[in-house]
């Protein structure tokens, strides 16, 4: 008798059909009665029932393989989809971080004059650096674009320029730092590119 395990992930119609076909493969003369059953009346018919039951049994066996297979997809996919849960969790963290991250540095970038003004410019920059090293625990880190060969997948360019001492399609100048996550972009660099 077909049992449906748990691993196997079938329907109890499945199931029902599935044990309809082998009761129909095992027909018994009764033995009491002494009546004949459909395959002993005649040798046509018999062979007719027979291919009709092969062909029922192969049916059965194909939908167990299909829904066999449809389960081991949906496991895998599953898994991968758990692994990539697991791997960009800090996703969207980072995503709503990065904005203050700009902030910060556009903060840095003022040079202070008093001395009040430099201690509070000390503070930031110690706050900048957490938050950077916090970031790059979870697998976030800044791109380094200026003087690569522009990359439309790491790069939005929003400049074009004509510079010397820089090749065509290069990058020129950095206008918003990009970051990547492990290794994916979760925010390409806003760039100048050499025309």
């Known amino acids: 008798m077909f049992v449906a395990d748990k691993e196997n992930n079938v329907s109890p119609e499945e199931q029902e059909e599935v044990e309809t076909v082998e009761a129909e493969e095992v027909k018994i003369v009764d033995s009491d009665s002494g009546e004949q059953t459909e395959e002993e009346a005649s040798p046509e018919s018999s062979e007719a029932a027979d291919s009709e039951l092969e062909k029922k049994v192969q049916e059965a066996q194909d939908r167990v393989l299909?829904?066999?297979a449809d389960y081991d997809n949906f496991r895998r996919r599953t898994r991968q989809e758990k692994e990539a849960a697991a791997?960009?969790?800090s996703q969207q963290l980072a995503e709503s971080l990065l904005?203050?991250?700009d902030n910060f540095e556009r903060a840095l970038n003022m040079e202070p004059e008093s001395e009040e003004a430099k201690n509070l410019y000390q503070g930031m920059k110690m706050v900048h650096q957490q938050m950077l090293e916090a970031l790059r625990s979870e697998g976030v880190e800044p791109m380094e674009v200026k003087g690569q060969e522009f990359d439309p997948h790491l790069h939005e360019a929003v400049m074009q320029v004509e510079e010397e001492g820089f090749d065509s399609n290069v990058v020129v100048e950095e206008l918003q730092k990009?970051?990547?996550?492990k290794?994916?972009?979760i925010r390409p660099a806003m760039v100048k590119v050499n025309g």
């Open 183 to 185: 290794d994916k972009v």
């Open 178 to 181: 990009g970051y990547m996550l």
């Open 87 to 89: 791997k960009y969790k």
């Open 66 to 68: 299909r829904i066999q």
């Open 99 to 101: 904005p203050a991250l």
